[in-house]
């Protein structure tokens, strides 16, 4: 669910040594399958086999419907499936990815003291505090969190409760390990299951999905949420933009995808605005329809084939994307959802992408937040922002609490062509080994501010922010200076404090500290964005990070 933090400009697929990445046509869509497509090839997993066959009966399928099965499927799931005792899980060096809280502590430490800020501002609430992470990978985020927060008693004493939604039996039992300790069992609960963690006896209790959190019906709740690097592994649906005259065409001139499954010669209009794009080479044309781009299995690879090697045989993927020739029920309804994309309709080739999944969680972090009272359908995210709205209604909810989501993707543009793959911290073919191999895709942060403030009238969106100015914001630099001085005196400093000698232990610190906020190189820094979700306030309290002070204190 990650990109390795690799810069933008070089998001690209390695190429085979002496050769230019491998070139894979995208397909309008075929209308008939061979019954003898799956059963009379080997695959590289069993999940594997279990989508073609599922493409063979049915139909080529979306995206969205791709990634979930690879990602959350019971049956050999990237994320749900349970890795052996002596197996090394996703996260950290040993695994396919790693993530700004397994690289430093201070990360951890900087998100709780945010949530402080946002506690002290909002008057210091003395129970009913909920703590709640979403896809809280091993729980070492949440780890560093707690570790810090306890040091703040009176909000320690405040929280009733941390709730991880997580879907993985695998990783529940990790995060059980971290969080609890060796001799704290999960028990199950009517929920999920609960366990009590190290830090001041704060129980912490799990779901598989947010919708089975506790509702707040008594309106009495201050709801703090994280989601880090959570939305970029939530199901997207890609569309283009397509003139009927042009299919006949499309068959002669088809798109390219590289080895990676990056589109090649498609064309990379981006909205920036509710005004429709020009082009130069593309007339705009009224009756364009968007099509969906769909996964369908590649053709069997022949070995008799005079031009293919066995290592290009073997390296190419078992799935491909084809774009369909009809609409679907998805190409109908999700484009014409925001103003952002039916700008785009017109210029034929336009690509987007999608993930209602996303605005289904945000939703429910804005009204959680803000109450259940929706803003009206002809209120923009600025003036959302920075106008204040009328008292609540007898009942409704007081808006309190906050969530902040740090993430990748653009600021303001519609992502289009970032589905990606990665394994052994290495870019990959989304379409290979499936179920072995982690999928994401950009984050649309527009899309997320702009389906919290339609979700509820009592929440207004910051940012985003680069991870760089955020995390300098709140002091990070000063925390890290603080944790050489402890290691110099010998002081225990937490997870930075182990392996090495003293030297090797502040080199490591101040390497990993710069990794997460230099924003050129190999840095973090500008890749990663920041978003907050607040109780409406009229844009009037600016929140620390994005550009505020300490308040309440």
Known sequence: MRNGAIPLSRRIAATQAGRPPRQIKLHLLQLRWSSTTVGSRSWSTPLAKTIAEAIEATGPISIAAYMRQCLTSPQGGYYTTTRAETSSDQFGSKGDFITSPEICQV????????????????GRRRGGVQLIEVGPGRGTLMDDMLRTIATFKELA???EGVYLVEAGDGLREKQRRVLCGDNQEMVKTQMGWRCV???????????????????DEEKAKMPFIIAHEFFDALPIHAFESQHPASETEAKTSSSLVDSAGKRLLAPTRRSTSTSVPSSSSTTPRTNNQWRELLVTPTPKPSSASPLSTQAEIDSTPEFQLALSKT???SSLLLPESSPRYQALKSQAGSSIEISPDSLRYIADFARRIGGEKRAPNNVNRSERTTTPITSPPPGSKISSGAALIIDYGPSSTVPLNSLRGIKNHKRVSPFSEPGLVDLSADVDFTALAEGAVQASGGVEVWGPVEQGDFLGALGGAERVGMLIQGLEKGVDVGRSGRGGGLEEKKRVLMGSWKRLVEKGGGGMGRIYKVLAILPEAGGKRVPVGFGGGVEGS
């Open 107 to 122: 990360f951890g430490e900087l998100v709780a003291i945010w949530f402080v800020t946002e506690w002290m501002a909002q």
């Open 157 to 159: 004493a405040s929280i």
């Open 197 to 215: 963690s190290r830090y001041e006896g704060i129980p912490v209790f799990w779901v598989q999905d947010i919708n089975l959190l506790p509702k």
């Open 327 to 329: 609409s679907t029920r």
